[in-house]
């Protein structure tokens, strides 16, 4: 099982790398952003670490951990949008 | 984890690589948001719905109260302070894997630390469903390290972005001689919480490895000067991704170590960009001290400098034919962009032709003054990037400068010995007249004197940028 999730972990380095060689300035700021968001992913890790088994300091932690990621998640991607919709008015008006 | 947990994680995760896809192309980088929102959103369901056993007043109470606090600050936020705030939620998610690694780690190993009757040897097996022992201690460390440091390193990163931190490189008296001290003891906590064999040792090891890991986080960016902070933050974003990759090994999620390690390696290609947009490497960034070395440079007067009133800008301005606007982190702070589109609407109706050039680094985030000017609707095509303006400046009537300054120093091209040596700028001093909106010949981020100041053909305009503007407008549409 090691081994295999070695794999998914390089395998998705590379395609991080890959995915964005080119970007132009404009967005460098929504997507460091938008993946910032994504990094929140560890609200998955957070909502299973609320084990009902665990101990008293775990659950705190476990709780915290939640909050924090949900922050990350919710702040990051309104945030991103935001930034995007400038954008995005702006040229419908040109249109 | 059924299979259909599984398969729809990596539904997920398609949408993640979509997203940021999408994300990289400005006709769709809106949709590409979106889609990784979309993805988020489906992974949390399903692990709501898979996962057993969770406690729910715990779950739910943590997503209102984390959901609230996020949504309310995004909304409230100034697009004057969004580096800020991206350097803030990049910290808590580094700390939110830091705090996965360490429920687990306390949960299924430690549930009672202190107690006299509890003394593991060591971690049993089985305590992760997929990996062996040590390779979960391993991950446990690693996720609390990294995710400790990333959210320390950010919260350091905010205090200088929004000027709370002096931006000023802040270099310790023997700093390598305390890292490396920091770094045998970190070492040794690290053993102690996954090897040491006894419980209250690993449960202090644990969290001596969360303290040095900060310490580190802020050891690591004082030393770098505020103009390097876009930098440190984007690298940052790479260590949060990281975090949260090893906490999917932590709890054997495959979900967060491909999502967490795409932004790694998206967060680090981004690190890249932005270093060679400066022209300096990443090793060159890291050490730090930059812009602190010519600060005697600064006890050295200007002289020679023409200090021009709103009357006499407009009046060059009004017989400009070509203008290009040089906006940078002034323009955020005096939050003047709405009154720099004015003018340029105004010029352009007077037959001027209007562009803004935008230096990949200018402001406090790559990308930071094209997001300002799309707030005020200036024109996607009037904004120009450095490589494809750079040629026109020398047939240009005026250049307007509003809050730049390090982007603009000709000493990137003159001084081989000065700090930004060899740093692409914007080459404003060649055109006819330059007007430099400032509030005073106080240096830039970086620290360092700027001769365009004494320039022959730049007129000093000090004062609030946007008090300026607005008094140059009104001259213009007077006459």
Known sequence: MLVLFLFVFVLAIFTGFELISKVPATLHTPLMSGANAISGITIVGALISANADFGTAAKVLGFLAIVFAMINVVGGFMVTDRMLAMFASKK???A | MSTLAGIVYLVATAFFIIGVKNLSKVRTARKGNQYAAIGMLIAIVVTLVEYAGLDWRIVIAGLLVGGGIGAWM???????????????????????????????????Y?????????APAAIPDGLSDQLGSSIWAV??????????VTFLGSLVAMGKLSGKISGNPVILPGRHVILGLIGVATLYAAYMTGFGGVAGGAAIGLIALAVLASVIGVLAVLPIGGADMPVVVSLLNSYSGIAASMAGFVIGNPLLITAGALVGAAGLILTMIMCKAMNRSLGNVLIGGFGGASAADDSRD?????????????????AAESVIFIPGYGMAVAQ???????????????????????????????????????????????????????????????TVIVGANDVVNPEAIDNPESPIAGMPILNAHESGTV?????SLSPGYAGIRNPLFERENTLMCFGDGKEFLASILEELKDT
Not at chain 2, 110 to 118: A, W
């Open chain 2, 435 to 439: 007007l430099m909106i400032k509030r």
């Open chain 2, 336 to 398: 003047a962009q709405h009154v720099v589109k004015e003018l340029g609407e105004e010029l352009e109706k007077r037959g001027a032709e209007v562009r803004y050039a935008i230096h990949p680094v200018a402001g406090r985030m790559p990308g930071h003054m094209n997001v300002l000017l799309a707030e005020s609707d200036v024109p996607y095509e009037q904004l120009w990037e450095l490589e494809r303006i750079n040629g026109d400046f020398k047939n240009t009537d005026v």
């Open chain 1, 92 to 94: 419908k008006k040109k």
């Open chain 2, 74 to 108: 995004a909304k409230r936020v100034e697009m004057t302070g969004m580096p800020e705030l991206v350097a803030l939620f990049n910290g808590v998610g580094g700390l939110a894997s830091a705090l996965v690694a360490g429920a687990e780690f306390w949960g299924k």
């Open chain 2, 302 to 318: 200007y002289t020679n400098v023409k200090s021009s009133s709103p009357e006499e800008a407009a009046m060059v301005l009004e």
């Open chain 2, 110 to 118: 430690l549930p009672n630390p202190f107690s006299k009757d509890f």
């Open chain 2, 139 to 148: 991950a446990v460390i690693l996720s609390v390290l990294v995710g400790s």
